[in-house]
């Protein structure tokens, strides 16, 4: 366990010895593009959705529905008479 270490210890030593500078416009692109990666690995991660509906749909029509089938039973009763 301790060889590991002490190679990880020098490998890490390796990689981050120095300096490292980056033009201004190899930056922006590096965050644009790790944006857009991210834009679309959540877009092929989200569930995928049929529509968007607004309300609860639970079949309680509390009369905020207007004219709803009020024209229809009028018409229906004033033929019969």
Sequence with gaps: MMIVKRKWAVLCEKWFEGEVTLPKTTL???GAVCLL????YGLRKAPWTHG???GSNNGNNSG???SCGEDEAEDKSGEEA
């Design 37 to 40: 990666g991210g834009i679309v």
């Design 28 to 30: 922006w692109l590096i």
């Design 64 to 66: 905020n529905c207007g």
């Design 52 to 54: 968007v509906m607004i």
